[in-house]
Nanobody, 118 residues
Framework: QVQLVESGGGLVQAGGSLRLSCAAS????????MSWFRQGPGKEREFVAR????????TYADSVKGRFTISRDNVKNTVYLQMNSLKPEDTAVYYC???????????WGQGTQVTVSS
C-alpha cells in the first residue's frame, strides 16, 4: 500500500521559515518525480514545486521562486520543502504528490497545515 505522509507544518510568523517533509512508502521512490501543491482557504489547489526522479531538476511556481526550495533523499524516500521568508498568503494545506508523467499524479498525501501570521 502506497503512503505519502507529510509533516512539519505549523504556525509561524511572517518572515519565518518552515521545513516540510513527505515520507513515502510502498513505492519505488526513485522512479517518481515528486511535487508539492497547496490549497489555501477558499482557493483551488495550486502547484508549488516539483523535482525530477534522479537528476533533481526543479520547477517552481512564480509565487515561491527564490523563497522555497524542494529537495529529495532517495535513500530516505523523502521529499522536502524548505520555505523561507513566509508570507500570510502562503497559508494553506500543503500536499505532496508522486508522478511518473508530469501532470498526471499517481499518489497524494493527506496534507499538512501551514499558517503564517502577519
Amino acid at each position: 500500500q502506497v503512503q505519502l505522509v507529510e509533516s512539519g507544518g505549523g504556525l509561524v510568523q511572517a518572515g519565518g521559515s518552515l521545513r516540510l517533509s513527505c515520507a513515502a512508502s510502498g513505492l519505488t521512490f526513485s522512479t517518481y518525480a515528486m511535487s508539492w501543491f497547496r490549497q489555501g482557504p477558499g482557493k483551488e489547489r495550486e502547484f508549488v514545486a516539483r523535482i525530477t526522479r534522479t537528476t533533481g531538476i526543479t520547477t517552481y511556481a512564480d509565487s515561491v521562486k527564490g523563497r522555497f526550495t524542494i529537495s529529495r533523499d532517495n535513500v530516505k524516500n523523502t521529499v522536502y520543502l524548505q520555505m523561507n521568508s513566509l508570507k500570510p498568503e502562503d497559508t494553506a494545506v500543503y500536499y505532496c504528490a508522486a508522478d511518473k508523467t508530469f501532470g498526471s499524479y499517481d499518489y497524494w498525501g493527506q496534507g499538512t497545515q501551514v499558517t503564517v501570521s502577519s
